[in-house]
C-alpha cells in the first residue's frame, strides 16, 4: 500500500508540474516555428507536406541537431503561421499543428482530422525522461521493430534495446533489432528521433496514454500523416531513406549453415546441389573460415589455412558456377585471437573510463569491442573488408550486432554504450555501405545483419529474425515480425528457413512448410544449426523433392520479385504486406483485420496462406475485397470481401491470383545468372468483373548500382481492358538512355476463359493459339523487337 501510494504522490507532481507550463513567447524565422515556455524550448518544422518534427529542449539543455534517422529535406517546406489569443497554428497544405497556451498542450491534425496529441507532455523522474500522448479508445497499434507479438502491439510496454533472443517461440518481448516508432490504424506514424535505451509504452496501463521514455538525448519526434497507407509508407521513407536495389542474385537460393568447417565440405555441398539440379546463387560461410573451435577465435578475421588452404582459387571455383562467397564477420576481437595485440596498439577498441581497451567476457571468450564510431577503428575495420572484396567476397554476413553483449561502462567515442547500443549495427552497415560507394562503386553490396536502428535500409542492410527455435511455435511467429517491419520501413526481414535453434530430430513437414513459406519472403535462405543439416541436398527423396519444387517456383518469380524489389526502392512499399495496407478494403476499421495475418500479399497481385501447423488439411482465409482472386495452381476462384476455407496439401501451401492481374515469370533456371528478358512467360489472370488492369515488369543487368537513376533500365508496362466482346492487352516499353534492348520472345498465358476464344490479334496480325478447355488457359506465343515500343493484343470471344 505504501509503494501505490508513493507512486500515486509522484503522478500527482507529475500532472501539477505539467500544469505549471506557461506559454511565454513564439517566433518563426526560415520556417522554423520556436515556442518559448517556463520549462524549455520547442523548436517545430516541417519536413514535407505531411511531416512536422517537434524538438523539445528542456531548460539548461542544449539542443542536439544531429539526428542519425532523418535525410534532410533538400528544400525548405513552405508552412503557414496564425497566431490568436489562445492558439498557435503551425501548418502545411496537409498536416497541421495546433498549440493551446492555456493550458498548454500539442495538437497534430492532418485535414482537418486530429491524429494525436500531448497528453502531460514532457516530465523527467530520477531514471527517465517522457513524452506522453493520448490516444483514442480503438486504435490499433504497430511498431518498436520486431518481436514476436501479435499484429496489435497495444497494451505492450516495450523495451528499446536491441537484444538478441535465443530459442525463441510464439513471444517474444524483446529481440535484435527494436525501433522506437508507432505506427496507427488512424494512419499516421510517431517516431522518436533519439537512439539512447528505454521503452516504448503502447498503453500498457490501459488509460489511452502512449508514452515514450528514454535514459536521455533528444527529445524530438516526427508526426507522419497520410490519406493511404501507401502515401504514409512513402513519406517515412522519405526521410528515413529507401533500400538500395540489392544484387540479383541475392534474391536466388543461399547455402548456409553453422556452419562448413573446410574448404573441402564447401565444395562438397556444391556439387551435390549440383548433382540435384537443384538451383543455387549463394554459400555463407560460419565463424570456422577463421577458427576449428566454436569459442576462442574470434577476430582472427583471417581464412585458417589448415581447414582453407586455398580460399583465392574456392572463391574463384565458386565464382566460375555463378555461386557468390559470403563471410561471417562479428565486431568482438578476442583477446585470445590473432588480432588482439594489433587491436589494443592501435586502439580500435572501445575503452573503460580510463581510457583503456575495455574487456569482458561472453559466450565465445575474452572479448574487446571495436568502437565502430571512431574513424581510426572504422578504416581499421573496412581494411579487412576490402581485402576479401578484393579476393572476389561477393556479400558479408554481420553478427552479433546488437551488440550481444555491451556493458554499461563501456565508452565509445561518441558516447556511453547505452546512449549509442541501439545505433551500433546502425553504424556497422552504413560504414559498409558508404565504403561500397567510395572504393566500389560498381558493385552493389550485400549485407545480412540482425541488428539495426530507424532508417538503417538506407544502407543496404538486410535484416533477419534472429535465432528461431526450430519448431511450429518458431515458424508461427515469423508472418507477423516480417509484415511489421515492413510496414517499418525495413522491406527485407526474413528467417532462418527451417529454423535455427535446437530441434533434436527432424520434422520434414515443419522444413517443408518453412521452405513454402520462404519462397514468398524477400531473402530465400535456409540456415540452422548443423546437428539436422539445413540443405535440402541432405534429406530423403521425398522432403528433397519438395524443398526442389519450392525452390525452383522461387526462381520462376524471379521477374515478380525482382520488379518488388524495385517498387521497394522507389516507393519504401514492403515485398510482404498486411492486408490492411489494401486502401480498398472498407472493413479495415474492423479489429479482426487490423490484426489479421493468416495470409498476406505478396507485392499487389499474390495472396500467400503459409502453413504454420502441423497436419493442417484446410485453412480458413480472407480474400481482399474488390476482385476475384485465382488459385495460382488451379481454376478455383473466390470472391474478394469473404472468408472461405481452402483445402491445402503437403505439395505447396495456398496461393492466390488478383483477378486482372499480370504475373511476370522465368522459365525455370540453375541460378539467377541465367535470367535475362529474353524470353518471358507473362501470365494474366482474367477476370470478367475486371474492367482495367495494369502491371509492370522492371529490368536492369543486377549488378549496376543505382541502375534506374543512372538510365541503365528496362520497363515494360502491360494494361488490360476487357469488354463484352473482347480482351485487348497492351505492352508497352521504356528504355533508359543507357541500356541496350534486345528482342523478346513472349509467351502470354492467360487464365480462366472458361470460353473458347474465338481469335487472337496483334495489330492486325491473326496469330496461333493454343486454348484447353479444362484448364481454361489460352497461350499465344510473339515477339517484342527490339526497337518496338507498343504491342497490342486483341483476344475476341
Same mark, same amino acid.
Given at each position: 500500500?505504501?509503494?501505490?501510494?508513493?507512486?500515486?504522490?509522484?503522478?500527482?507532481?507529475?500532472?501539477?508540474?505539467?500544469?505549471?507550463?506557461?506559454?511565454?513567447?513564439? !517566433?518563426?524565422?526560415?520556417?522554423?516555428?520556436?515556442?518559448?515556455?517556463?520549462?524549455?524550448?520547442?523548436?517545430?518544422?516541417?519536413?514535407?507536406?505531411?511531416?512536422?518534427?517537434? *524538438?523539445?529542449?528542456?531548460?539548461? !539543455?542544449?539542443?542536439?541537431?544531429?539526428?542519425?534517422?532523418?535525410?534532410?529535406?533538400?528544400?525548405?517546406?513552405?508552412?503557414?503561421?496564425?497566431?490568436?489569443?489562445?492558439?498557435?497554428?503551425?501548418?502545411?497544405?496537409?498536416?497541421?499543428?495546433?498549440?493551446?497556451?492555456?493550458?498548454?498542450?500539442?495538437?497534430?491534425?492532418?485535414?482537418?482530422?486530429?491524429?494525436?496529441?500531448?497528453?502531460?507532455?514532457?516530465?523527467?523522474?530520477?531514471?527517465?525522461?517522457?513524452?506522453?500522448? *493520448?490516444?483514442?479508445?480503438?486504435?490499433?497499434?504497430?511498431?518498436?521493430?520486431?518481436?514476436?507479438?501479435?499484429?496489435?502491439?497495444?497494451?505492450?510496454?516495450?523495451?528499446?534495446?536491441?537484444?538478441?533472443?535465443?530459442?525463441?517461440?510464439?513471444?517474444? !518481448?524483446?529481440?535484435?533489432?527494436?525501433?522506437?516508432?508507432?505506427?496507427?490504424? !488512424?494512419?499516421?506514424?510517431?517516431?522518436?528521433?533519439?537512439?539512447?535505451?528505454?521503452?516504448?509504452?503502447?498503453?500498457?496501463?490501459?488509460?489511452?496514454?502512449?508514452?515514450?521514455?528514454?535514459?536521455?538525448?533528444?527529445?524530438?519526434?516526427?508526426?507522419?500523416?497520410?490519406?493511404?497507407?501507401?502515401?504514409?509508407?512513402?513519406?517515412?521513407?522519405?526521410?528515413?531513406?529507401?533500400?538500395?536495389?540489392?544484387?540479383?542474385?541475392?534474391?536466388?537460393?543461399?547455402?548456409?549453415?553453422?556452419?562448413?568447417?573446410?574448404?573441402?565440405?564447401?565444395?562438397?555441398?556444391?556439387?551435390?546441389?549440383?548433382?540435384?539440379?537443384?538451383?543455387?546463387?549463394?554459400?555463407?560461410?560460419?565463424?570456422?573460415?577463421?577458427?576449428?573451435?566454436?569459442?576462442?577465435?574470434?577476430?582472427?578475421?583471417?581464412?585458417?589455412?589448415?581447414?582453407?588452404?586455398?580460399?583465392?582459387?574456392?572463391?574463384?571455383?565458386?565464382?566460375?558456377?555463378?555461386?557468390?562467397?559470403?563471410?561471417?564477420?562479428?565486431?568482438?576481437?578476442?583477446?585470445?585471437?590473432?588480432?588482439?595485440?594489433?587491436?589494443?596498439?592501435?586502439?580500435?577498441?572501445?575503452?573503460?573510463?580510463?581510457?583503456?581497451?575495455?574487456?569482458?567476457?561472453?559466450?565465445?571468450?575474452?572479448?574487446?569491442?571495436?568502437?565502430?564510431?571512431?574513424?581510426?577503428?572504422?578504416?581499421?575495420?573496412?581494411?579487412?573488408?576490402?581485402?576479401?572484396?578484393?579476393?572476389?567476397?561477393?556479400?558479408?554476413?554481420?553478427?552479433?550486432?546488437?551488440?550481444?553483449?555491451?556493458?554499461?561502462?563501456?565508452?565509445?567515442?561518441?558516447?556511453?554504450?547505452?546512449?549509442?547500443?541501439?545505433?551500433?549495427?546502425?553504424?556497422?552497415?552504413?560504414?559498409?555501405?558508404?565504403?561500397?560507394?567510395?572504393?566500389?562503386?560498381?558493385?552493389?553490396?550485400?549485407?545480412?545483419?540482425?541488428?539495426?536502428?530507424?532508417?538503417?535500409?538506407?544502407?543496404?542492410?538486410?535484416?533477419?529474425?534472429?535465432?528461431?527455435?526450430?519448431?511450429?511455435?518458431?515458424?508461427?511467429?515469423?508472418?507477423?515480425?516480417?509484415?511489421?517491419?515492413?510496414?517499418?520501413?525495413?522491406?527485407?526481414?526474413?528467417?532462418?528457413?527451417?529454423?535455427?535453434?535446437?530441434?533434436?530430430?527432424?520434422?520434414?513437414?515443419?522444413?517443408?512448410?518453412?521452405?513454402?513459406?520462404?519462397?514468398?519472403?524477400?531473402?530465400?535462405?535456409?540456415?540452422?544449426?548443423?546437428?539436422?543439416?539445413?540443405?535440402?541436398?541432405?534429406?530423403?527423396?521425398?522432403?528433397?523433392?519438395?524443398?526442389?519444387?519450392?525452390?525452383?517456383?522461387?526462381?520462376?518469380?524471379?521477374?515478380?520479385?525482382?520488379?518488388?524489389?524495385?517498387?521497394?526502392?522507389?516507393?519504401?512499399?514492403?515485398?510482404?504486406?498486411?492486408?490492411?495496407?489494401?486502401?480498398?478494403?472498407?472493413?479495415?476499421?474492423?479489429?479482426?483485420?487490423?490484426?489479421?495475418?493468416?495470409?498476406?500479399?505478396?507485392? *499487389?497481385?499474390?495472396?500467400?496462406?503459409?502453413?504454420?501447423?502441423?497436419?493442417?488439411?484446410?485453412?480458413?482465409?480472407?480474400?481482399?475485397?474488390?476482385?476475384?482472386?485465382?488459385?495460382?495452381?488451379?481454376?478455383?476462384?473466390?470472391?474478394?470481401?469473404?472468408?472461405?476455407?481452402?483445402?491445402?496439401?503437403?505439395?505447396?501451401?495456398?496461393?492466390?491470383?488478383?483477378?486482372?492481374?499480370?504475373?511476370?515469370?522465368?522459365?525455370?533456371?540453375?541460378?539467377?545468372?541465367?535470367?535475362?528478358?529474353?524470353?518471358?512467360?507473362?501470365?494474366?489472370?482474367?477476370?470478367?468483373?475486371?474492367?482495367?488492369?495494369?502491371?509492370?515488369?522492371?529490368?536492369?543487368?543486377?549488378?549496376?548500382?543505382?541502375?534506374?537513376?543512372?538510365?541503365?533500365?528496362?520497363?515494360?508496362?502491360?494494361?488490360?481492358?476487357?469488354?463484352?466482346?473482347?480482351?485487348?492487352?497492351?505492352?508497352? *516499353?521504356?528504355?533508359?538512355?543507357?541500356?541496350?534492348?534486345?528482342?523478346?520472345?513472349?509467351?502470354?498465358?492467360?487464365?480462366?476463359?472458361?470460353?473458347?476464344?474465338?481469335?487472337?490479334?496483334?495489330?492486325?496480325?491473326?496469330?496461333?493459339?493454343?486454348?484447353?478447355?479444362?484448364?481454361?488457359?489460352?497461350?499465344?506465343?510473339?515477339?517484342?523487337?527490339?526497337?518496338?515500343?507498343?504491342?497490342?493484343?486483341?483476344?475476341?470471344?
Amino acid at each position: 500500500m505504501k509503494t501505490i501510494h508513493l507512486i500515486l504522490l509522484l503522478f500527482s507532481y507529475l500532472l501539477s508540474a505539467q500544469s505549471q507550463k506557461s506559454y511565454t513567447k513564439s !517566433e518563426l524565422n526560415n520556417e522554423i516555428l520556436k515556442v518559448y515556455t517556463t520549462d524549455g524550448v520547442y523548436q517545430i518544422k516541417a519536413l514535407s507536406e505531411q511531416i512536422i518534427e517537434t *524538438n523539445f529542449i528542456p531548460a539548461g !539543455e542544449v539542443w542536439n541537431p544531429t539526428s542519425h534517422t532523418v535525410i534532410p529535406p533538400k528544400v525548405l517546406v513552405k508552412t503557414t503561421f496564425k497566431e490568436t489569443e489562445n492558439t498557435i497554428s503551425f501548418s502545411t497544405k496537409g498536416i497541421r499543428l495546433l498549440i493551446t497556451k492555456k493550458p498548454f498542450q500539442l495538437q497534430y491534425y492532418y485535414k482537418n482530422k486530429r491524429l494525436i496529441s500531448e497528453k502531460e507532455g514532457y516530465s523527467k523522474t530520477d531514471s527517465l525522461e517522457h513524452i506522453n500522448f *493520448n490516444l483514442k479508445p480503438n486504435e490499433v497499434l504497430y511498431g518498436g521493430g520486431s518481436r514476436a507479438l501479435p499484429m496489435n502491439r497495444r497494451g505492450y510496454r516495450l523495451e528499446l534495446y536491441n537484444k538478441a533472443h535465443y530459442g525463441y517461440e510464439t513471444h517474444s !518481448e524483446l529481440m535484435n533489432y527494436s525501433i522506437p516508432l508507432v505506427i496507427s490504424s !488512424e494512419k499516421y506514424m510517431l517516431h522518436f528521433d533519439n537512439p539512447s535505451i528505454g521503452f516504448l509504452d503502447l498503453d500498457s496501463k490501459q488509460n489511452n496514454t502512449l508514452t515514450y521514455e528514454t535514459i536521455g538525448g533528444r527529445k524530438t519526434y516526427q508526426v507522419i500523416a497520410g490519406t493511404s497507407w501507401k502515401q504514409l509508407l512513402y513519406e517515412y521513407t522519405s526521410i528515413t531513406g529507401r533500400q538500395p536495389l540489392p544484387p540479383r542474385w541475392a534474391f536466388g537460393n543461399f547455402a548456409s549453415r553453422f556452419g562448413y568447417h573446410s574448404q573441402q565440405e564447401v565444395e562438397s555441398v556444391v556439387q551435390k546441389f549440383k548433382k540435384d539440379s537443384i538451383p543455387l546463387d549463394a554459400v555463407i560461410l560460419d565463424i570456422y573460415w577463421f577458427g576449428k573451435e566454436m569459442k576462442g577465435t574470434m577476430g582472427n578475421l583471417a581464412f585458417l589455412k589448415d581447414s582453407f588452404p586455398t580460399p583465392k582459387k574456392m572463391i574463384a571455383d565458386l565464382k566460375s558456377q555463378y555461386i557468390k562467397t559470403v563471410l561471417i564477420t562479428e565486431p568482438f576481437i578476442l583477446s585470445t585471437s590473432k588480432k588482439w595485440k594489433e587491436a589494443v596498439t592501435k586502439k580500435i577498441l572501445a575503452t573503460d573510463s580510463l581510457n583503456k581497451a575495455y574487456s569482458f567476457d561472453f559466450y565465445f571468450g575474452n572479448t574487446g569491442l571495436i568502437d565502430i564510431f571512431k574513424p581510426k577503428a572504422q578504416s581499421w575495420f573496412w581494411d579487412t573488408y576490402k581485402k576479401y572484396i578484393q579476393m572476389g567476397v561477393a556479400g558479408w554476413w554481420g553478427d552479433l550486432g546488437e551488440p550481444e553483449v555491451h556493458p554499461s561502462d563501456l565508452y565509445h567515442v561518441t558516447g556511453k554504450a547505452d546512449e549509442v547500443h541501439n545505433i551500433y549495427g546502425h553504424q556497422w552497415a552504413k560504414l559498409l555501405y558508404n565504403s561500397y560507394q567510395k572504393e566500389f562503386s560498381n558493385q552493389r553490396s550485400f549485407i545480412l545483419m540482425r541488428a539495426g536502428y530507424s532508417g538503417t535500409q538506407r544502407y543496404g542492410m538486410i535484416p533477419w529474425s534472429g535465432d528461431v527455435n526450430r519448431s511450429w511455435g518458431g515458424l508461427q511467429a515469423q508472418p507477423k515480425i516480417a509484415l511489421q517491419m515492413g510496414m517499418q520501413g525495413l522491406g527485407y526481414m526474413h528467417s532462418d528457413l527451417g529454423g535455427f535453434a535446437g530441434g533434436e530430430t527432424f520434422d520434414p513437414e515443419l522444413y517443408i512448410r518453412w521452405l513454402q513459406y520462404g519462397v514468398f519472403q524477400p531473402i530465400f535462405r535456409p540456415h540452422a544449426q548443423e546437428h539436422i543439416a539445413p540443405e535440402p541436398v541432405f534429406h530423403d527423396q521425398k522432403t528433397k523433392t519438395l524443398a526442389k519444387k519450392a525452390i525452383e517456383l522461387r526462381y520462376q518469380l524471379l521477374p515478380y520479385n525482382y520488379t518488388l524489389a524495385f517498387e521497394n526502392n522507389q516507393t519504401g512499399m514492403p515485398l510482404m504486406r498486411p492486408l490492411i495496407l489494401e486502401d480498398t478494403i472498407k472493413e479495415q476499421n474492423k479489429a479482426t483485420l487490423l490484426e489479421y495475418s493468416d495470409a498476406y500479399l505478396w507485392g *499487389n497481385d499474390l495472396l500467400v496462406a503459409p502453413i504454420l501447423t502441423s497436419g493442417l488439411t484446410e485453412k480458413e482465409i480472407y480474400f481482399p475485397k474488390g476482385t476475384h482472386w485465382y488459385n495460382f495452381y488451379g481454376t478455383d476462384n473466390y470472391k474478394g470481401g469473404s472468408s472461405q476455407q481452402v483445402k491445402t496439401t503437403l505439395e505447396a501451401i495456398p496461393i492466390f491470383v488478383r483477378g486482372g492481374a499480370f504475373i511476370p515469370m522465368s522459365p525455370i533456371i540453375q541460378t539467377t545468372e541465367a535470367y535475362t528478358n529474353t524470353h518471358l512467360k507473362l501470365h494474366y489472370y482474367y477476370d470478367s468483373n475486371t474492367q482495367e488492369s495494369s502491371g509492370h515488369l522492371y529490368y536492369d543487368d543486377g549488378k549496376t548500382p543505382e541502375a534506374y537513376e543512372k538510365g541503365a533500365y528496362e520497363l515494360l508496362e502491360f494494361r488490360s481492358r476487357n469488354s463484352v466482346k473482347n480482351l485487348k492487352i497492351n505492352i508497352s *516499353n521504356t528504355t533508359g538512355v543507357h541500356f541496350k534492348s534486345t528482342t523478346k520472345q513472349v509467351e502470354l498465358i492467360v487464365h480462366n476463359l472458361v470460353n473458347n476464344p474465338k481469335k487472337v490479334r496483334l495489330g492486325n496480325k491473326k496469330l496461333p493459339m493454343n486454348y484447353t478447355k479444362e484448364t481454361q488457359v489460352l497461350t499465344i506465343n510473339f515477339s517484342i523487337q527490339k526497337n518496338e515500343t507498343q504491342k497490342r493484343l486483341t483476344i475476341k470471344f
